[in-house]
Structures are given as structure tokens and as C-alpha cells.
């Protein structure tokens, strides 16, 4: 399988978007994906873009994306983020995934940050086992908290 690994272009965009939706039904979300080609297109290629995206390319479409960005934590200082790391279904088992990971890991080394952090769901056990045997540790103890837009909604005018 002949395939690059590049950096994402604001005209990659739909197809970015397509691969996320796929995620979404593989995580058992099909109907969670809000995010549209124009937000992506705004947010990833504008003046101060908030993302950056590798996409994994062959001779005719994008069949994986790694979309990160920075974080700022309190003890290391500025981290990456790996928002999402996704290969297309079929493509999966190829080495593109290792690729686009490899290539995450480079870009945090080439901007001098401390620590590349993400999450996974812990019944993905495919994605489980390879990070734990890239060296990634999975954090014990630990629970992702986030409160969606509802929610913030009633937490203001409540407060």
C-alpha cells in the first residue's frame, strides 16, 4: 500500500470530515458530529488557526488524519493534544495508523513540548493495546469530565 503522510490543507477538509464521521460511528456517536467543513476550514486555516492536521493520503484519497493541537498544563507547560488519530476502517492493519502516530510524536519534538496526551475509550482494545506498546502509558484513576453546551447553559443561569 503506497501512501504520504503530509500536513493537512484547508481544501483537505471534506474528506477530513467524512473520516471524523466514520469515527463517530465506530465510537457509537453516528449522530454527535456537529462540526462542518467551514468550521474546520475556520478553524484549522484562519489567522490563528486552533488545530493542526497530518493526513495519511494514497494516489486517489485521504484514508487516515491525526488532528492536535496545543494545551497548556501547569506543570509541563505547553503539551500537544492528539484530538483524534483515525484510519479509515478498510485501511486499517496497513501502517498508516503507525505512521500518522510516529509523525504526531515528531511534531512534538520538533516544537520542543514536554508531554503528546490523549484519550481512549477503554473498550477500543486495538487502540489500547497500541499505545501500550508504543510506550504510551494509560493514566489510572483518571476520568475525562466535560460539560456540553446544555449543560453549561443551565449551570449559568442557575449560578
Known amino acids: 500500500m503506497s501512501y504520504i503522510i503530509r500536513d493537512g490543507v484547508a481544501e483537505d477538509m471534506p474528506q477530513v470530515l467524512k473520516l471524523i464521521e466514520e469515527l463517530a460511528i465506530f465510537e457509537k456517536e453516528p449522530d454527535a458530529v456537529e462540526v462542518t467543513v467551514e468550521d474546520l476550514i475556520k478553524e ?18 485521504i484514508v487516515g ?18 484530538e483524534d488519530l483515525i484510519v479509515r476502517e478498510s485501511m486499517r492493519g496497513t ?9 504526531v510524536m515528531q511534531y512534538g519534538k520538533e516544537q520542543g513540548v514536554k508531554r503528546v496526551e490523549w484519550n481512549v475509550l477503554d473498550w477500543n482494545t486495538p487502540a489500547v493495546n497500541f499505545y501500550l506498546k ?7 484513576g483518571w476520568q475525562v469530565v466535560q460539560m456540553d453546551e446544555n449543560g453549561m447553559n443551565a449551570f449559568v443561569s442557575k449560578n
Open 44 to 61: 484549522g486555516f484562519g489567522e490563528q488557526p486552533l488545530f493542526h492536521c497530518f493526513v495519511a493520503e494514497t494516489s486517489t484519497e
Open 134 to 140: 508504543s510506550g504510551a502509558k494509560i493514566l489510572e
Open 95 to 103: 501502517g498508516i495508523g503507525m505512521a500518522l502516530y510516529k509523525r
Open 65 to 82: 488524519l491525526a488532528l492536535v493541537y496545543f494545551r497548556f498544563s501547569t506543570w509541563k507547560g505547553r503539551t500537544v493534544h492528539l
